[in-house]
Every structure is written in structure tokens, then in C-alpha cells.
């Protein structure tokens, strides 16, 4: 499956952005999805992730009330709403897909985007 991200830009801080992962080969209803991210001189660091019918999800503590994963399978497409953004949430943003539960370690994703640039700044 391959992973196209879109939606990254600049933004102010309190403001929101709404990132798109849009796969091809294969529907995405077969895996997990999430989104991690990495910030300069940083390693990458999990964001949020959802099962494969996005009724479970799971959030990093940083973004947690923040940020929103979701999923419309029949577009074999995942999102990530963010909101209240800080400059502390600049980095690459990357979708990454696995088949089985979804999990925080990034080590178990099969499946990776390039990523699309945040950042937060005034």
C-alpha cells in the first residue's frame, strides 16, 4: 500500500490544520493507521492511531483533547484534525499503516507516507 500525505502548511498558534493520508494499492480497511511525527534534532514520536474501523483510537498525552484521528474507508483515506495548535506541534507529519492492532511503537508499521511539513509559528 503506499501513503500520500497532504494538508500541512503554516499556521498561527491556537489555530488548526487538517491533515489527509491518502493510500493506494490495497483499502486501508485491512489495517491500522496512524500518525506520528518528527521535529528536528528529535526522534519520531507517535501521535494518534486508530484500528481498522476507527472506533478505537489512542492518542498521545501531548495531543490528547487536541488533535482528532478518523477514517473513511470507502475513500481509503485517514485524517488528523488539529486544533489549538502550539509550536511545540512543528514537525513532519507521516501516516504510517499496519495489518493487526495498531500500536504506539513504530517499529510495527509496515507502511510509510513522506511526510507533509507543520509549522507553528506567529
Known amino acids: 500500500v503506499q501513503l500520500v500525505e497532504s494538508g500541512g502548511g503554516l499556521a498561527q498558534p491556537g489555530g488548526s490544520l487538517r491533515l489527509s493520508c491518502a493510500a493506494s494499492g490495497r483499502p486501508i480497511s485491512s489495517y491500522s493507521m496512524a500518525w506520528f511525527r518528527q521535529a528536528p534534532g528529535k526522534e519520531r514520536e507517535f501521535v494518534a492511531g486508530?484500528?481498522?474501523?476507527?472506533?478505537?483510537?489512542d492518542y498521545a498525552d501531548s495531543v490528547k483533547e487536541r488533535f482528532t484521528i478518523s477514517r473513511d474507508n470507502a475513500k481509503n483515506t485517514v485524517y488528523l484534525q488539529m486544533n489549538s495548535l502550539k509550536p511545540e506541534d512543528t514537525a513532519v507529519y507521516s501516516c504510517?499503516?499496519?495489518?493487526?492492532?495498531?500500536?504506539?511503537?513504530?517499529?510495527?508499521?509496515?507502511?510509510w507516507g513522506r511526510g507533509t511539513q507543520v509549522t507553528v509559528s506567529s
Open positions: 504510517a499503516a499496519r495489518v493487526g492492532y495498531f500500536g504506539r511503537f513504530a517499529g510495527v508499521y509496515n507502511y
Open positions: 486508530a484500528d481498522w474501523s476507527g472506533a478505537n483510537t
